[in-house]
């Protein structure tokens, strides 16, 4: 759920998106996830998730020195595979019938 609101919410500029951002993201808006990142685990959405995982770890100020930099260290690699892999979602948007003559 929340790796597709995440790709609704950048639209076209998910492949500019940073890391920071969808952590973010996930923090202002919960993290939720769905039977579908569990069962259909495309790439895309593997390493976004890891992506945050190893995010999450780096930031954890009782961890090691060696600790924190080995996660933002994966948490990279993670998040250019993300954007390597990822699909921009295309939203509808919605049209005006024409004008009556």
């Known amino acids: 759920m929340s790796f597709d609101n995440f790709l609704?919410?950048?639209?076209?500029?998910?492949?500019?998106?940073?890391?920071?951002?969808?952590?973010?993201?996930i923090k202002q808006h919960g993290q939720q996830t769905?039977?579908?990142?569990?069962?259909?685990?495309?790439?895309?959405?593997?390493?976004?998730?890891?992506?945050?995982?190893?995010?999450?770890q780096a930031a954890d100020k009782e961890s090691g020195l060696h600790r924190r930099c080995s996660a933002v260290r994966k948490a990279r690699a993670q998040w250019s595979l993300f954007?390597?892999?990822?699909?921009?979602?295309q939203t509808k948007m919605p049209t005006?019938?024409?004008?009556?003559?």
């Not at 076209?12 to 951002?21: Q, S």
């Not at 769905?34 to 999450?56: N, T």
């Open 96 to 101: 005006v019938p024409p004008l009556p003559e």
């Open 83 to 89: 954007q390597n892999c990822v699909v921009p979602v």
């Open 8 to 25: 609704l919410y950048k639209g076209d500029g998910i492949r500019t998106a940073t890391r920071e951002e969808a952590c973010y993201y």
């Open 34 to 56: 769905g039977i579908a990142d569990w069962i259909w685990r495309s790439p895309d959405r593997d390493a976004f998730w890891k992506a945050i995982y190893w995010s999450e």
